[in-house]
């Protein structure tokens, strides 16, 4: 008996070719192009930019960043993809 096919928990069709940003399990995060991902959420960016941390606060990120290129995000990893276009920050509304 066939399995149907997995369907993607996430629909990023109308991302491709977008910037976006993916924040990772560990904190690390990085911008760049999508250019493809899968029903297992592994996704392709291009032109990628990771987001460095401040040496002394590793939670904090700042505003330095390394360029990775073409880069290939394993789906098991990935908590947070977003658009960069119409996101913005806000301060902690817990603290």
């Known amino acids: 008996m066939a399995r149907p096919p997995k369907e993607s928990i996430l629909d990023l069709t109308k991302h491709v070719d977008k910037k976006v940003r993916v924040r990772f399990q560990g ?3 990085v ?37 990775l290129g073409l880069t290939v995000c394993r789906g098991t990893s990935v908590m947070l993809v977003s658009p960069v276009e119409g996101m913005k920050q806000i301060d902690n509304p817990f603290k």
């Not at 996704?43 to 505003?63: A, C, G, K, Q, S």
């Open 27 to 29: 904190g690390r995060e």
């Open 31 to 67: 911008v760049g192009i999508l250019k493809g991902y899968d029903p297992l959420v592994n996704i392709v960016l291009d032109e990628t930019e990771e987001f460095l941390r401040d040496p002394d606060n590793p939670e904090l990120l700042t505003d330095k960043t390394r360029s």
